[in-house]
């Protein structure tokens, strides 16, 4: 068996323990809702010092980012497809600052309280998951603390969640967002035809589309009501210029629009379509722009 020198076994411990034990975790749970009426499952990024902050006394709290999948997605999605890794590398290489990275289970809700009634995903969202985490969780409590960022109908979920309720959230991020520039009358003429992404939101917005229901939860007129309390939110979002939904156009037009209203925020058009290469592509920017509004940084 072959004998390999000391000296080369200590360099190669010194380069892997510290990778080793400065390794953040996942852990996935479920929460018993009362709003619900079921178990909704979250998975959790906990930061390497996470446990050896809390076995020394310090009590650190640390930021808290909410990550809305996709249609199709679940909670463990952006954790099995490399999401973990790449978040895990930016924050030991100290590219991002320490923070939790949270997602809930969405279904097909599309994150807001369905037009029947029956579906109650944004009242679960902000009346019990959110105090549940900041009790569970070291977790800075208030608007400072927390961001929301979403993929896809996440994207979406997240912008109508930051918009709609801008006390709440520091920072909002969404890629390839699900923004829809047809009206409620162009989308039921589609349902006609068998669209599958409009069959998809009719159980959210009703069959046919609820225009009050539309109206009431769409990113566009959120963030024209509440503009002035926009601009104290860090706002990012990026899309493809080959969206394979068209959602390039929802981008740009949200991006003329918050111009208009004088809303700070950046806006990425990139080469690229709807797809899971896309995403982890410029996932990293998009942790790096919640770590500088996590530090109160441009």
Known sequence: MRRW??????SILLVLLPKAFSQGRIDCSALPSQILKRAVRFCVELPADYETKAARGQGARYPVLYFLHGLGDNEQTLFKTGGWTLI?????????????????EGRTSFYINSADGRERYSDF???????????????????????????SMGGYGALRFAFAYPEMFSAVSAQSAALILDSPKQLNAAARSGSPVVQALSQVFGNPIDEPHW????????AQRNQTALRHIAIYFNCGNRD???????AASLDRQLAAEAIPHAYRPYPGDHSLTYFLTHLGETMEFHSRAFAGTK
């Open 215 to 222: 109206r009431a939860n769409n990113p566009f007129e959120l």
């Open 88 to 104: 895990d590398d930016l924050q030991m290489s100290r590219k991002i600052v320490p923070f939790l990275v949270i997602a809930p």
């Open 244 to 250: 394979d939904y068209g959602f390039e156009r929802g």
């Open 5 to 10: 020198p000391r000296g080369l076994i200590l």
């Open 125 to 151: 969202f902000v009346r019990e998951f959110i105090p549940y985490v900041e009790k569970e969780y070291r977790v800075q409590p208030g608007k400072r603390g927390r961001a929301i960022a979403g993929i």
